[in-house]
């Protein structure tokens, strides 16, 4: 555990223990068991239902026999990150500092690693609680480049990713993202400006603008988080990561002729070189 009597500083402590700065300050109120059922469930119905918004979920869950209010599902809604998709009036104005960028995609070709790379922030759910997951996605090829943990929905662990992402493949030429707080705030993109990297936005609850890394945490949920139920983050930190190796280097997928990511991004990459 971080000790502030260690010697080690606690940034570094914090580094080795792979968590973010700012979730060493951070003190969280316990979530009731009762709510933590809830919100496990609300996140499989979300997969399943992402058209539903609050009433729906409360009216899904009542099926099932849990007895819950449509504003406690709003603000376990809210605590999780998600959203109903369908396009809601937009009746607040945005932060001067959080500029809203233009969708790029549209009409696009996009063939080839590095062109367009996408990022998502997701809901794990854990044992005894749950963390916040953000993964940076090459569009073409479907490797993931980058993933975070972190236990409150900072922008810190994203700009991490961005920035582990780029030292380690270079710069992508554009860069989607959806509107969350943690994309249009000034410390992410400006790190994208900063490396001359267009930034495109999807529409405001317009989660298809950025499908396939909505894939993918389906197939992180179903295929890994349901069915380990992580006692910590430290384990769901290692059990996670093994998740994306695995999906990045032995996972086939369809959509690329039946090639892993790891196989379609670095062969294309090659033939670039080689070219």
Same mark, same amino acid.
């Given at each position: ?14 580094? !080795? $223990? ?13 979530? /009731? =068991?009762? &709510?933590?059922? !809830? ?5 499989? !119905? ?6 539903? #918004? ?6 899904? +869950? ?14 376990? $809604?809210?605590?999780?990150?998600? =959203? ?15 500029? %809203?960028?233009?969708? !790029? ?15 998502? +922030?997701?809901?794990?759910? $854990?044992?005894?609680?749950? %963390?916040?997951?953000?993964?940076? $996605?090459?569009?073409?090829?479907? *490797? ?25 493949? #270079?710069? /992508? ?6 509107? #969350? ?14 490396? &001359? ?7 405001? #609850? ?18 890994? %988080? *349901? ?14 990561? =093994? ?33």
């Amino acid at each position: 555990m971080i000790s502030a009597d260690h010697p080690l500083p606690i940034s570094r402590q914090a580094e !080795l $223990m792979g968590i973010s700065r700012s979730n060493v300050y951070y003190l969280s109120r316990p979530t /009731p =068991e009762a &709510d933590l059922v !809830l919100m496990r469930r609300m996140d499989e !119905l979300h997969l399943n239902h992402p058209f539903a #918004g609050a009433r729906m979920l409360r009216d899904l +869950l009542k099926l099932e026999g849990f007895k819950v209010g449509r504003d406690h599902v709003r603000s376990l $809604m809210e605590k999780m990150g998600i =959203e109903a998709i369908y396009r809601k009036r937009n009746t607040s104005k945005p932060h001067p500092e959080h500029r %809203v960028y233009p969708y !790029l995609l549209k009409g696009l070709k996009i063939d080839r690693p590095n062109q367009v790379w996408c990022v998502d +922030l997701t809901y794990i759910p $854990m044992a005894r609680g749950f %963390v916040y997951l953000v993964a940076i $996605m090459d569009w073409a090829t479907r *490797y993931v480049l980058s993933h975070r943990l972190s236990i409150s929905m900072t922008t810190d662990f994203c700009v991490e990713a961005l920035e582990e992402a780029i030292t380690k493949y #270079g710069r /992508p030429e554009i860069f989607n993202s959806d509107q #969350g707080s943690q994309f249009t705030s000034a410390e992410f993109t400006d790190v994208l400006k900063s490396n &001359d990297i267009a930034i495109s936005m999807d529409g405001k #609850g317009r989660w298809v603008d950025n499908v396939f890394i909505e894939r993918l945490w389906r197939s992180v949920k179903y295929e890994h %988080v *349901y069915l380990h139920a992580h006692e910590t983050v430290a384990a769901a930190r290692t059990g996670i990561t =093994e998740y994306l190796e695995f999906y990045n280097a032995r996972r086939p997928h369809s959509a690329l002729g039946g090639r892993t990511p790891d196989t379609a991004y670095f062969t294309q990459q090659t033939m670039k070189e080689a070219a």
